[in-house]
């Protein structure tokens, strides 16, 4: 007997084949943006804040050097001093899901926070690595777009 | 003691001729399962309920996730 450790999580969040009733519910992973810029803590609020603009968001995940998520920088940093490191404005203990959570799971909580960041489980090296940001605007399109398959 | 795989063995052995078991509840199975997997959930899973699979192909067991 051999034991797929990983299981049913690991082959859906990999876009791997699944059959039944409910297959083809979207899971974070499906809607969650992987183009949000991250930072390390100890860079300068300003030059993290010329990328971030200039990629066009102004939201920034901060990871240490192996992408597991330390916190986030919101809009609001911005405005702070350039030299600042970016470890003083930073927001820690950001919500969070895991990439093979359902959407229609966890609307609920984007309803009241607005998004989420989606990192890996588990207890390897990967768990808290940053895979992307969920947020409610895409949650509910897909939902709704969604929403005549079984829940 | 079983052989702890990944998800490319599985795609590799799957492709190859092995057996894949869901042992979760029939709920869960129904709602959403690995192509082509049988449904043996783990509090029956014992020889007799596995006496109809093939017994010259490697069995490959999965739950819902590491934990």
Not at chain 2, 12 to 22: F, K, L, P, Q, S
Request: hydrophobic share 35%; proline share 6%; net charge negative.
């Amino acid at each position: 007997m051999h034991d797929f450790v990983g299981g049913k999580a690991d082959w859906a969040v990999h876009g791997l084949p699944l059959e039944g009733r409910t297959a083809g519910r979207r899971r974070a992973i499906d809607v969650a943006r992987k183009d949000i810029p991250t930072c390390g803590p100890h860079e300068r609020l300003g030059y993290v804040r010329n990328r971030v603009q200039a990629a066009g968001h102004d939201l920034c995940i901060v990871v240490n050097e192996r992408g597991i998520v330390l916190g986030r920088l919101r809009r609001d940093c911005w405005e702070r001093e350039a030299e600042a490191p970016v470890e003083d404005c930073m927001e820690l203990g950001p919500p969070t899901t895991r990439p093979d959570h359902f959407l229609h799971e966890v609307i609920q909580r984007l309803r009241k926070v607005g998004s989420l960041l989606v990192t890996w489980y588990g207890r390897d090296e990967d768990g808290g690595r940053l895979v992307g940001v969920l947020f409610r605007a895409d949650a509910e399109r897909v939902l709704q777009e969604n929403e005549r398959l079984p829940r | 003691m079983p052989i702890q795989i990944t998800r490319e063995d599985v795609q590799r052995m799957t492709a190859e001729g092995a057996v894949v078991i869901e042992v979760l509840p029939e709920s869960e199975y129904t709602e959403e399962h690995i192509v082509g997997a049988v449904n043996i959930p783990l509090r029956k899973l014992d020889r007799q309920t596995t006496a109809h699979l093939p017994k010259d192909a490697p069995l490959i067991a999965y739950c819902y996730d590491t934990d």
